[in-house]
């Protein structure tokens, strides 16, 4: 008796041999090691090194082919490290190979793509040029270069500061100086960095530091020369005889950068904005917690504003959010996050604004547009950053509640022994509750005057240290106003404020405070960036400061409402 094999499983065999392969590929493509390159900066100057770091988050899948590289460029040195970590019960591995490089030509250059093995980077360009460096009189061992960008500049916008020192005799000690410039905002960016360069013939080693400025007053102003004060070591040809303990001979040299003169405009007229936002680059975006079509009665939905800005401080970031003011939709506003993060090219400044809205009735809801207006520093145009209006759905269960009220009323009428022994239940339930809440109130009533007895001091002390700080300021604000100085003046103000309002701007402490007083401090930020200085004198606006001071007690005491979700 004989048996014929299915033809089926001859089928089904010559398909996974088929498709064996293909599985193999995607395989490699799933798991393959994401692999990325990086520049310390570009572009770059003609014989001057830089440093080409490629980060792995996982072990490739073999060493690294960097011959690709020698087309183009020359490789000085190279090294491996690597990193790992735990947080959070997840493992992290990171691999880097820093390479110092310099290239044989000008131009735009492809850095190509380096194999892993099988893994391989993705390729970057890289711009570079035949500058031409300008040593200083009698300096060729020792010597400092400045650059500044942009060129032309505006009032609170980013100035970019990069000092390099070039030098090529050791160095055993070093003290340098830090940037001075009158009304304005200082900040150091990432750290230092160190290269190699040749000028005329002669080689140097460069170290680059950058700082981020930002005038906060029109006019000419001078960024003050850094000085740098150095151990050089002598060259000596017996050195080598004064015994391992000797100290090598030194010389101390001196030598200063150029001072740099600024010409600051104001806001231009074109800018027609009530807040003057200058920066590079502005990003604003919404997130919801969840589908604004469907929000639930009494249930609270939270958006969420974020404002990103490249080249300003959080500072000069404006206010998102206003009050939303609608019947059937409450609005309880967080408090805001800001930070900054410095890269080499800047500082971006973050702002967050939280809002919780709970609707009361059902409906729909428009939320208006909001608009940023700012000043593009590198198109010289105003341009205006916008979240479009949105509608918001508010979906009740008015009917449902509707509903279980009749049901209540039929079940009365056809149980009512069911309906008397549900009454006597929600009395018990009523007396037991009603119990319960009197002996937690009492127990509530016992924990706190045991609390304050234990330590009346320390609650008292903070306060107190909070009082004394807000007085010490109001002392320094009346000076500032009877002398009339307003630089003085801005100071106690935003101590005041940020006090007070946690606000870090004058625009925003004007916004809390009454009529009068808004107007002055408004006054006074406009004259304090005006282009030609005009006199101002300081008796109103303490005045105003006293009178609005004096209405906010009378305020609190009237005031009978409900506290918000979030006291500022």
Same mark, same amino acid.
């Given at each position: ?14 398909l996974i041999l088929l498709w064996f392969p293909v599985f193999l590929l995607f395989n490699q493509a799933v798991f393959a090691v994401e692999i990325t390159a990086t520049l ?167 170290? !680059?530091? =950058?700082? &981020?400025?930002? /005038?906060? +007053?029109? #006019?000419?102003? $001078? ?128 702002? !967050?604004? =939280?809002? &919780?809205?709970? /609707?009361? +009735?059902? #409906?729909?809801? $428009? ?70 809440l009197f002996l937690s109130l009492c127990w509530l009533i016992t924990l706190v005057f045991l609390f304050r007895k234990q330590k009346p001091q320390k609650i008292e002390s ?35 404020? =940020? ?16 009529a009068q007083l808004r107007d002055e401090i408004n006054c006074l930020n406009k004259n304090l960036y005006a282009e030609q200085t005009t006199s101002w004198e300081g008796k ?29």
């Amino acid at each position: 008796m004989t048996f014929s094999r299915p033809k089926i499983n001859i089928l089904k065999f010559q398909l996974i041999l088929l498709w064996f392969p293909v599985f193999l590929l995607f395989n490699q493509a799933v798991f393959a090691v994401e692999i990325t390159a990086t520049l310390d900066r570009n572009p770059v100057n003609i014989n001057t090194s830089f440093q080409l770091t490629y980060t792995a988050t996982q072990s490739p899948d073999d060493d690294p082919d960097f011959s690709p590289l020698k087309n183009n460029f020359e490789i000085l040195k190279q090294s491996r490290r690597s990193n790992s970590s735990w947080i959070n019960g997840q493992s992290t591995k990171t691999i880097q190979w820093i390479l110092n490089v310099m290239a044989k030509q000008t131009g735009h250059l492809l850095i190509p793509a380096i194999a892993f093995g099988d893994d391989v980077s993705k390729p970057i360009s890289i711009e570079v040029s035949n500058k031409v460096v300008a040593k200083q009189n009698n300096a060729e061992d020792l010597f400092f270069e400045v650059e500044v960008s942009p060129k032309t500049i505006y009032v609170q916008s980013q100035v970019l500061y990069t000092l390099r020192l070039y030098r090529r005799v050791q160095v055993t000690q070093a003290r340098l100086t830090e940037p001075k410039m009158s009304d304005a905002v200082i900040e150091k960016l990432t750290e230092d960095s160190t290269y190699n360069t040749v000028i005329n013939g002669v080689a140097y080693v460069v170290t !680059e530091r =950058k700082y &981020a400025f930002f /005038p906060q +007053k029109s #006019g000419v102003s $001078t960024i003050e020369p850094l000085v740098l004060t150095a151990d050089i070591v002598m060259p000596n040809a017996r050195q080598h005889l004064n015994g391992f303990f000797n100290r090598p001979t030194t010389k101390t040299k001196r030598i200063s950068s150029k001072a740099i003169t600024l010409d600051i405009l104001p806001p231009p007229d074109s800018f027609k904005a009530s807040h003057w936002l200058p920066a590079e680059r502005v990003r604003i975006k919404e997130k919801w917690s969840g589908d604004i079509a469907k929000m639930k009665l009494g249930e609270p939905l939270t958006r969420t504003i974020t404002l990103h800005v490249k080249g300003t401080t959080a500072a000069q970031l404006p206010e998102l959010l206003g009050v939303t003011l609608s019947n059937g939709l409450k609005s309880y506003p967080d408090q805001p996050l800001l930070k900054e993060e410095k890269e080499a090219d800047g500082i971006i400044a973050f702002r !967050e604004e =939280k809002v &919780a809205y709970i /609707p009361s +009735k059902p #409906g729909n809801y $428009t939320l208006p547009a909001i608009e940023i207006p700012w000043f593009n520093s590198r198109t010289q145009r105003m341009e205006i950053a916008r979240i479009p209006e949105t509608t918001v759905t508010t979906i009740g269960a008015i009917a449902s509640v509707e509903n279980v009220a009749a049901n209540n009323t039929t079940v009365a009428k056809t149980s009512p022994v069911i309906v008397e022994a549900l009454d006597t239940q929600k009395k018990e339930k009523k007396l037991w509750m009603g119990l319960s809440l009197f002996l937690s109130l009492c127990w509530l009533i016992t924990l706190v005057f045991l609390f304050r007895k234990q330590k009346p001091q320390k609650i008292e002390s903070s306060a107190d240290a909070k009082e004394m700080s807000l007085q010490e300021t109001i002392k320094k604000l009346k000076h500032a106003c009877a002398d009339n100085d307003q630089l003085a003046a801005k100071n106690a103000l935003l101590v005041w404020g =940020k006090i007070k309002f946690n606000s870090n701007s004058l625009s925003e402490i004007s916004s809390h405070c009454q009529a009068q007083l808004r107007d002055e401090i408004n006054c006074l930020n406009k004259n304090l960036y005006a282009e030609q200085t005009t006199s101002w004198e300081g008796k109103k606006l303490f005045q105003f400061y006293s009178e609005n001071k004096v209405r906010e007690k009378v305020s609190i005491k009237t005031d009978d409402g409900l506290d918000p979700l979030y006291k500022l």
